[in-house]
């Protein structure tokens, strides 16, 4: 059961595990997993001074279609009382926070985070594992949690589907939570979504080919063809200039194309 480093992994075939109680192992996080298929090996990253777990892992299997199998059967199953939360590793750090943080109230008592997973997920990307608030002492639910998407268009669909819905026979509320700051402000701001809007953009365009054109046309341009979009020519034609007539089809090479100067638009004599 060797712990090989990221960078060996087969990224396709590995899921990451988050929100992994302290007590959990790596033989019982293999053991956990077969469920979905053949486990090649499991990594759980340890602090370098303490020792000890840092609440997530990797969880490599033997082709990509069990890690996929893993992801739907084993994503928010609870370890210990905190369900985990599983998805593939080559995407995980990848998803941006953007605020798109929503506050679920009125919570029945016998809602988790699950529930609230798959409830909420048909909305769009959850960047996280929901989270229900709890006593800490009995571990019950005081009846409202949290749920973060990836973007802005997911948490808005949300709001206005759910909000007032019945959910475990409660009607729920559903709107933008308040942030961590304490100075009483909700996500969802107009600030927070243009970030999030150009953030977007940038990891796009970051992919995107260059599609800006020389001020020189392109080599081997057909005489007759107009010249590329956004292209500026960058000297004037001289007074008096006449252009040459378009070549009729089938017309020899060179048909109707002025001499060089010295006079330009001079007939060619012929």
Request: aromatic fraction near 10%; glycine fraction near 10%; hydrophobic fraction near 40%.
């Amino acid at each position: 059961m060797a712990a090989n480093k990221v960078e060996e992994r087969n990224q396709l075939a590995t899921v990451y595990v988050g929100n992994i109680d302290d007590r959990a192992t790596d033989a019982l996080v293999w053991e956990l997993f077969l469920q979905a298929g053949p486990v090649v090996n499991v990594y759980l990253p340890k602090d370098r001074v303490t020792q000890m777990a840092q609440g997530y892992g990797f969880v490599e299997f033997m082709t990509e279609e069990d890690a996929d199998y893993a992801i739907k059967i084993m994503n928010m199953i609870k370890l210990y009382g905190k369900p985990l939360r599983v998805n593939k590793a080559t995407s995980d750090k990848q998803t941006l926070d953007v605020g798109a943080t929503l506050f679920v109230g009125n919570l029945d008592l016998a809602v988790d985070e699950k529930v609230l997973y798959d409830t909420f997920s048909a909305f769009g990307t959850i960047i996280s594992t929901p989270k229900i608030a709890r006593d800490p002492s009995t571990s019950a639910s005081k009846g409202y949690g949290f749920v973060s998407f990836a973007n802005f268009e997911a948490s808005d669909a949300a709001i206005e589907a759910m909000n007032g819905q019945f959910l475990a026979n409660r009607s729920i509320t559903v709107s933008y939570a308040l942030k961590k700051d304490g100075k009483g402000e909700r996500h969802g701001t107009p600030a927070e979504r243009l970030l999030a809007a150009q953030a977007g953009r940038a990891a796009s365009g970051a992919q995107m080919p260059n599609r800006m054109f020389a001020d020189i046309p392109p080599p081997n341009m057909p005489f007759g063809a107009g010249p590329p979009p956004g292209f500026a020519p960058s000297f004037a034609p001289p007074p008096g200039f006449v252009p040459p007539p378009m070549a009729p089809m089938g017309a020899p090479p060179g048909y109707g194309v002025h001499p060089p100067p010295p006079q330009w638009g001079t007939p060619t004599g012929r």
